[in-house]
């Protein structure tokens, strides 16, 4: 009897552990104004405990942030993100602390001042995607946004539209650390942060995306509108993975390199 309870005892304890993690991939294909802002990159990422890894598996164009074949590395122990190379065997770090003093020292040299935003989320039903059950949601945000350059100023009216199927059936956001999903993300842009948290709020326990469609819009004074982008994020498939500890260590023979000049690292 004794053996039978330590047999299942360990069956359960396997059982938990082999789906510790999750991992799912993913497509982003961007179509935007701006120059060199349109991509479409393939990743596989890899969640556990608040770790994550993202692996660029194809980058239509290549920059020092997305490079085909290699990938960022989130820590959760350090907050720290890592932009590591393979191919180079380098890497770089990218504390949220260093992040936020780029932000910050550019919010210092330009102006923006949001008025009147609204955000708003439509339940549009459920539907299945992937074989998973998943709310299907349009988010509308709208504001007037001032930008003060200098002497140079300028005012749009912004919209964000953006349709989501997202499910509570995948770990996916459980297994991200809350650093990661920039939930506490702070610019130190005082509308511009109130103006997130508001989004954020509203978009709280819908679960994990497997597909979205971002549509940026910007009408100016004279009420010409201009789409400056759209972004469609799809999964492509997904599923449970055992991580060890090692998988979210970067090797010991790879050289740190600086990718934010100006910035002081820890």
């Known amino acids: 009897m004794k053996k039978v309870i330590l047999i299942s005892l360990f069956i359960l304890i396997f059982a938990i552990g082999s789906f510790a993690g999750v991992e799912w991939k993913a497509r982003t294909v961007t179509q935007a104004e701006a120059k060199g802002q349109s991509n479409t990159i393939v990743m596989q990422v890899y969640a556990q405990g608040g770790n994550v890894k993202q692996v660029f598996e194809t980058v239509a164009y290549e920059s020092e942030m997305f490079k085909q074949g290699s990938y960022w590395l989130f820590k959760a122990a350090d907050e720290t993100l890592y932009l590591v190379d393979p191919a180079e065997k380098t890497y770089a ?122 549509v940026n819009t910007s009408i100016d004074k004279k009420g010409r509108a201009k789409e400056k982008s759209r972004t469609v994020m799809e999964v492509l498939s997904l599923g449970s993975k055992n991580l060890p500890a090692a998988f979210f260590e970067i090797p010991a023979d790879y050289t740190e390199t600086s990718i934010m000049p100006g910035v002081a690292e820890e």
């Open 93 to 214: 770090r990218l504390p949220l602390n260093a992040m936020l003093q780029v932000v910050g020292a550019v919010g210092k040299l330009v102006k923006i001042k949001i008025k009147d935003p609204v955000v708003n989320v439509e339940k549009l039903g459920t539907e299945t995607v992937l074989g998973y059950p998943c709310q299907h949601t349009k988010m509308l945000m709208e504001y007037d946004m001032e930008v003060k350059i200098a002497i140079i100023k300028s005012k749009s009216h912004e919209k964000i539209e953006k349709e989501t199927w997202s499910t509570p059936k995948f770990r996916g956001m459980e297994e991200m650390a809350e650093a990661f999903r920039l939930r506490d993300f702070k610019t130190g842009i005082e509308d511009l942060d109130a103006l997130i948290e508001q989004q954020m709020k509203a978009e709280a326990g819908l679960g994990f995306p497997l597909k979205m469609v971002t």
